[in-house]
């Protein structure tokens, strides 16, 4: 068995560390740590919230099952929810998610380490593209709204960055690099030379395929948001669920850009979410409520889950 040094051992008490010290912070300044999770005022909307976890585990599970038929001819379903599922758990303890993408290749024993890591990286980057695409345009409205932005600046504004972003993308799909050009780039940096050959790769992908992980990508940021907004319903009411999607889509982006630094972003989500939902006139308390059940359904229950696997694994 691999001996773990003192350096990950550290990290990783920092990772448990530093959530612990943000929710202290947060039950110090904002919140109450109590049994109010528990006292929700609609079990339906928690219900819907909970249904939609199924919904945003089987989204994932369709987008990895499509790379591991088309990339690596996989057609076992068991295996790629078994993969799945211990990326999940072996990417909860490590910065970044990393150890996501390790979790996922144990499982699938034959294919190598860096292609499933770099399969993993194109599917998470799709994720990432609407997280931020549509969050820099929430946050602009936001802005616009919290400090009464003129609408004939703020509008333009918009419209500009939408505008600027979707040139990026036309660029992004036309550009392309030989591999001589790559053998070039890399003749320095040698080490990277394979990752950007095999990353590169990824651009052979099935068109078709493409344009179906990119719909599913969205797809599972609008159930991620809607699952937000169903938990802040089930404390407070249904009335105001446009504006518990618009604090959902900000928490998510907010969570995104700050570094993972704790399990599963525990402690950073909880904080945007009490801050922005407080910020629109809403409950504190709801704000760390909806978002610790989010933590709850969407990351801690399917990585137990995931861990089962990585153990039956070895």
């Not at 990339?71 to 993969?83: A, L, P, T, W």
């Not at 990417?91 to 699938?108: A, D, Q, V, W, Y």
């Not at 009464?148 to 500009?160: A, G, H």
């Given at each position: 068995m691999k001996q773990v040094s003192s350096k990950e051992f550290l990290y990783f008490l920092l990772k448990l560390f530093v959530p612990v010290l943000l929710i202290y912070y947060l039950s110090v300044k904002f919140i109450t740590i109590d049994s109010s999770i528990f006292k929700v005022n609609s079990i339906a909307f928690l219900a819907a919230g909970i249904a939609l976890t199924f919904l945003n585990i089987y989204i994932q599970f369709l987008k990895w099952e499509l790379?591991?038929?088309?990339?690596?001819?996989?057609?076992?379903?068991?295996?790629?929810?078994?993969?799945?599922?211990?990326g999940?758990?072996?990417?909860?303890?490590?910065?970044?998610?990393?150890?996501?993408?390790?979790?996922?290749?144990?499982?699938?024993?034959?294919?190598?380490?860096?292609e499933v890591m770099l399969t993993t990286i194109y599917e998470k980057l799709l994720n990432q593209f609407w997280i931020l695409y549509v969050g820099i345009v929430?946050?602009?409205?936001?802005?616009?709204?919290?400090?009464?932005?003129?609408?004939?600046?703020?509008?333009?504004?918009?419209?500009?960055?939408?505008?600027?972003?979707?040139?990026?993308?036309?660029y992004l799909k036309r550009f392309s690099l030989t591999d001589n050009q790559i053998e070039k780039a890399t003749k320095k940096l040698p080490f990277l030379k394979?990752?950007?050959?095999?990353l590169y790769n990824t651009r052979r992908i099935n068109p078709t395929l493409k344009r179906q992980l990119f719909g599913l990508s969205l797809i599972l940021y609008i159930v991620i948001i809607v699952q937000y907004a169903f938990f802040v319903s089930s404390y407070l009411n249904g009335a105001e669920i446009i504006n518990y999607l618009w604090v959902g889509g900000l928490v998510i982006f907010i969570t995104t850009l700050i570094p993972s630094i704790s399990i599963g972003d525990l402690g950073i989500r909880e904080g945007a979410s009490v801050l922005i939902l407080s910020s629109f006139g809403f409950s504190q308390q709801t704000g760390f409520n909806a978002s610790l059940l989010l933590f709850c359904f969407n990351i801690f229950i399917p990585s137990v889950i995931g861990l089962y696997f990585l153990v039956r694994s070895k």
């Open positions: 790379l591991c038929n088309d990339y690596f001819g996989i057609k076992s379903r068991v295996e790629v929810i078994k993969s799945l599922l211990s999940i758990a072996a990417g909860i303890f490590t910065p970044g998610r990393l150890g996501e993408f390790l979790g996922r290749s144990i499982i699938l024993k034959k294919e190598k380490l860096g929430l946050v602009e409205i936001y802005a616009s709204e919290i400090y009464e932005i003129p609408k004939y600046f703020s509008i333009p504004l918009i419209i500009f960055t939408v505008a600027i972003i979707f040139i990026i993308m036309k394979k990752l950007l050959f095999n």
